[in-house]
């Protein structure tokens, strides 16, 4: 038996039996985010031995103390841990890209991508011993041109070919670039050609197209060139379905020629045509189109037209159910198409509206919800919790019983009910609740229960989350 009265109030104490589940207390009170610095700090010894190190970079909030002792910290998988933690202070980055582990050097000078370092750092960074760390430095933030030059000259070919980009080839010396030229390693080689490939316009006449031999730049000539009419009548002929696919959702394409794809043998290239902004209503509904079942392709015309509520009335009218999905999907929307859109036939249109537009009513998101069992990012939305959602918690479907939790009036006894509930995920969720009476909270830190869960709800008292470190360190 465990007996854990020393750290837990005398009022609600229940001694715990069987081995400690160390691992999953210490799973659970990496993610509460009521653990204070003290409990987050010893945590740092059970990445060193092994344990899960991605916790400091997922924590909304590390405090000053944890940060410092990880930096200061004995072992490198928790400095190298904590250097993967974004928004990290110039400091401490510069501090990890000049620790003495490779590794944890690596992760520090990626995280400088974002966050600017000194030059003296950079400086050493790019003169380091370890090529798979000096390879990062040319995507540093703020790296002088002068360390870019020294970089695509590196001994080896690893770094040479990092050095080599679009926003890159520009700063290079004439030299350095006829040297990468003929570069002797082929990724090197191969990087010159791709940062190259962008110097080059591409090709609008026909003419011009059949001179180009590489076939990534035909299909980006399809999608959104300024296309020669020439040239348009010859891409709605090309065998190639991933050509016609590409011309017939480009916007240069003149209208009419695009028309022509509209009864085309390929179902995308029909459905691509069926989604022009050029189109008519009538335009529009003639085109034999298959709505897919896969994510549906982007429309940003309809996002330009975010600020014309006619507009905006006249899409959500659309016949097609994918225009209307866009238009749902915008965050702010007027009154009169967000009610037009709430009574779509199409759930797909509907969960869009619920799921992006912040003016979509929380009886919407409910309904959507209750429809389609289980929008996962439906409940986590503020506007979906209400009182009497406490109903749903009888019913014999796992998503309604977890969507009960969002009741903010849902009685103590039923929460305690949920957390005890056969589906993992609504115990789990229930056992994690803030409002959960502290007796059934301490239950579910039993290896049979929901040990993770119980650790990581911010409820549980801080004295006890050290009882557990100590039971778990001393099992």
Known sequence: MLDLSAHQPATVWRPLSGPPPGREWRAGLAANPAAPAEVLVRLLDDIADGGDSTWPARRPELPDRVVEAALRHPHWRVRAALAERPGLSPVVLAALAGDGERRVRRAATS???????????????????????????????GLPEELLVRLAQDGSSLVRAAAVAADSWAQLPARVRTALRADRDPAVRAAVQRALRVDRPLPVTLAGYIAESDPVRRERTAAGAALERALGEWLVL?????????????????????????????????LTVSLRSDLTEQQRSAVDYQ????????????????????????????????????????ERLPGEVVALLAQDPEPAVRLALAEHCADAPGE??????????????????????????????????PALRLAALRDPELAPEVLARLAEDPDLTVARAA????????????????????PAAAAANPALPVSFMLGLLDLAENA
């Open 111 to 141: 995280a400088a991508h974002s966050v600017p370092l000194p030059e003296r750092t950079l400086v050493a960074l790019a003169a380091d011993r370890d090529p798979d760390t000096r390879r990062r430095v040319p995507g540093c933030a």
């Open 431 to 450: 056992a994690g609740d803030p409002r959960l009476p502290l007796d059934a909270l301490l239950a579910l830190l039993e290896a049979d229960a929901h």
């Open 364 to 397: 919407l998101l409910r309904s959507v919800y209750a429809e389609l069992l289980g929008p996962s990012s439906l409940p986590a939305l503020e506007r979906f919790a209400a009182p009497g959602l406490a109903r749903w918690a009888e019913r014999p479907e």
């Open 238 to 270: 090309d065998d190639n379905p991933r050509i016609r696919r590409a011309a017939a959702g480009n916007p240069q394409l003149p209208t009419d020629l695009a028309l022509t794809l509209a009864a085309d043998p390929d179902t995308a290239v029909r």
């Open 291 to 330: 709505v897919p079942d896969a994510a549906p392709p982007e429309l940003p015309w309809v996002a330009e037209r975010a600020d014309d509520p006619a507009e905006l009335l006249r899409l959500a009218r659309s016949g097609h159910p994918l225009v209307r999905r866009a238009v749902a999907a915008l």
